[in-house]
């Protein structure tokens, strides 16, 4: 079956605007750790997916999962070992404030129950989030995706702080001073609820903000941040679909590394190493809260299988060491990735932390104008060239490249000589 057919009838289907990456999509059907192949037998080196996050297809994750599905697989509702030994070992991994579990099949489904949390323990509606979010696709969920939610279309309990853009906004300020007014930014949002007489329930942030563009921030901005949340009575979802399970290699969750402990935090695609697997990592008293209110059952959630292959994700983070992975490798990708500056003045900008990095263009260093047609003719240039990179930002001109965990230095070199190609036949 040639791709032009399998397209048409995906259209037929699916229609046109079910998004498909790339000019010419691809039509993947295997996967082995980073390398992923297509139906004509071409090889793409990963560096773009962190749902595949200890490796496309890990043995380890493959047997769990059949192993369990040939024993058994049930609804939620009855007592099985997997899930209690996998909440405990996932709560584990958390301070112990966080000590209680609830799972999802997907990260909207885990930011839509968090949102129900917050707003049952704190009274309130009003949550704030940044204006380039994205957090899924459920009615609740979708009103703080500020990507698809233009703000005419943002209801009044939904506000938004800018995009923290440190390498734009800057402007001679010092870290504590940036990381003031970021934080100053959150107060006059929670400020403007209570002057429209909106109850405030909380803020909504991804902790590495990838969309937003994978800012480097200042110290400290989230401390303040959430002293002013829960001065107001609010409460932090930390959104960790994106950097958690060890992404960054420094921590296992992403706001580890912006120094606060969240009062809710949501997981996603990582968890289930592409099973559909996600949850809800609270305080006690909130889940107690809210389940003391509320029912919540969920038939697929943190069944027998999906705990198998959540607690085998767990065993090969651990015994193939792959936060240390992360930060060996990741720390050797970004200085390569950085060199590449010298010889391509679209390159404005590289950041990053462990295995998460963005290379922002530009087309005059100084000025800092956004090069989006550039971003975007990149990412298919490196497509043809055998490796899958992604973008993000406001201005969609950053080069977004998250490989899976297993990533090593042979893979970064690939990626950078790719990367150097593609920016040459620009
Ligand atoms: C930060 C973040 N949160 C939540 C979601 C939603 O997760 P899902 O697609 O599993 O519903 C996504 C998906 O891209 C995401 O990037």
Same mark, same amino acid.
Not at 326 to 354: C, F, K
């Given at each position: 079956m040639s791709n032009p057919t399998l397209l048409e009838r995906r259209y037929r289907v699916l /229609?046109?605007?079910s998004p498909l990456f790339y000019e010419r999509p691809l039509n993947l059907v295997r996967g082995d750790g980073v390398w992923v192949y297509d139906d004509e037998g071409h090889r793409y *080196?990963?560096?773009?997916?962190?749902?595949?996050?200890? /490796?496309?297809?890990?043995p380890r994750v493959v047997a769990a999962l059949t192993q369990q599905a040939a024993a058994l697989n049930t609804h939620t509702r009855y007592l099985h070992e997997n899930v209690v030994r996998y909440a405990e070992r996932l709560t584990a +991994? @958390? &301070? #112990? #404030? *966080?000590?209680m579990a609830m799972f999802t099949c997907t990260g909207s489904e885990a930011n839509e129950l968090a949102l129900r949390i917050v707003r049952e323990c704190s009274g309130g509606t009003g949550v704030i989030g940044t204006a380039h979010a994205y957090h899924g696709n459920t009615a609740a969920v979708i009103e703080l995706g500020s990507i698809f939610t233009t703000p005419d279309k943002r209801p009044p309990h939904v506000r938004t702080v800018p995009v923290m853009d440190p390498y734009r906004d800057? #402007? $001679?300020?010092s870290d504590a001073e940036l990381a003031a007014a970021y934080a100053a930014a959150v107060k006059c949002e929670i400020d403007a609820f209570r002057a429209a007489g909106i109850k405030f329930a909380g803020v909504l942030f991804c902790t590495s903000f990838s969309s937003e563009g994978l800012p480097t921030l200042p110290a400290g901005f989230m401390q303040q941040a959430l002293d002013y949340i829960h001065d107001a009575g609010g409460y932090f979802i930390a959104d &960790?679909?994106?950097?958690? @399970? $060890?992404? @960054? /290699?420094?921590?296992?969750? $992403?706001y580890q590394k912006l120094g606060v402990v969240p009062d809710v935090v949501t997981l996603g695609k990582p968890m289930g190493n592409g099973h559909p697997l996600a949850g809800v990592i609270a305080r006690r008293e909130l889940i107690e809260r809210f389940t003391g209110q509320n029912v919540y059952f969920n +038939? @697929? #959630? $943190?069944n027998p299988v999906s705990a198998a292959v959540g607690l085998s994700v767990l065993d090969v983070l651990h015994d193939e060491r792959l936060l240390e992975n992360a930060r060996q490798v990741g720390a050797y990708t970004l200085g390569r990735l950085a060199a590449l500056a010298a010889h391509h003045p679209l390159i404005g900008d590289v950041r990053g932390t462990g295995l998460f990095f963005a290379v922002e263009l530009v087309g005059d260093r100084a000025a800092k104008s956004p090069a989006p047609a550039e971003a975007g003719r990149l990412v298919n240039l490196m497509r043809e060239r055998g490796v899958l990179i992604g973008r993000i930002g406001p201005h969609d001109n950053i080069l977004k490249i998250r490989p899976p965990m297993v990533f090593t230095r042979e893979h970064a070199d690939i990626l950078v000589d790719a990367l150097d190609g593609a920016l040459r036949a620009l």
């Amino acid at each position: 079956m040639s791709n032009p057919t399998l397209l048409e009838r995906r259209y037929r289907v699916l /229609g046109r605007n079910s998004p498909l990456f790339y000019e010419r999509p691809l039509n993947l059907v295997r996967g082995d750790g980073v390398w992923v192949y297509d139906d004509e037998g071409h090889r793409y *080196l990963d560096a773009y997916n962190n749902v595949p996050h200890v /490796g496309h297809c890990h043995p380890r994750v493959v047997a769990a999962l059949t192993q369990q599905a040939a024993a058994l697989n049930t609804h939620t509702r009855y007592l099985h070992e997997n899930v209690v030994r996998y909440a405990e070992r996932l709560t584990a +991994t @958390f &301070e #112990a #404030a *966080l000590s209680m579990a609830m799972f999802t099949c997907t990260g909207s489904e885990a930011n839509e129950l968090a949102l129900r949390i917050v707003r049952e323990c704190s009274g309130g509606t009003g949550v704030i989030g940044t204006a380039h979010a994205y957090h899924g696709n459920t009615a609740a969920v979708i009103e703080l995706g500020s990507i698809f939610t233009t703000p005419d279309k943002r209801p009044p309990h939904v506000r938004t702080v800018p995009v923290m853009d440190p390498y734009r906004d800057r #402007a $001679g300020r010092s870290d504590a001073e940036l990381a003031a007014a970021y934080a100053a930014a959150v107060k006059c949002e929670i400020d403007a609820f209570r002057a429209a007489g909106i109850k405030f329930a909380g803020v909504l942030f991804c902790t590495s903000f990838s969309s937003e563009g994978l800012p480097t921030l200042p110290a400290g901005f989230m401390q303040q941040a959430l002293d002013y949340i829960h001065d107001a009575g609010g409460y932090f979802i930390a959104d &960790e679909v994106q950097s958690g @399970f $060890g992404r @960054f /290699g420094s921590h296992m969750w $992403g706001y580890q590394k912006l120094g606060v402990v969240p009062d809710v935090v949501t997981l996603g695609k990582p968890m289930g190493n592409g099973h559909p697997l996600a949850g809800v990592i609270a305080r006690r008293e909130l889940i107690e809260r809210f389940t003391g209110q509320n029912v919540y059952f969920n +038939t @697929f #959630a $943190g069944n027998p299988v999906s705990a198998a292959v959540g607690l085998s994700v767990l065993d090969v983070l651990h015994d193939e060491r792959l936060l240390e992975n992360a930060r060996q490798v990741g720390a050797y990708t970004l200085g390569r990735l950085a060199a590449l500056a010298a010889h391509h003045p679209l390159i404005g900008d590289v950041r990053g932390t462990g295995l998460f990095f963005a290379v922002e263009l530009v087309g005059d260093r100084a000025a800092k104008s956004p090069a989006p047609a550039e971003a975007g003719r990149l990412v298919n240039l490196m497509r043809e060239r055998g490796v899958l990179i992604g973008r993000i930002g406001p201005h969609d001109n950053i080069l977004k490249i998250r490989p899976p965990m297993v990533f090593t230095r042979e893979h970064a070199d690939i990626l950078v000589d790719a990367l150097d190609g593609a920016l040459r036949a620009l």
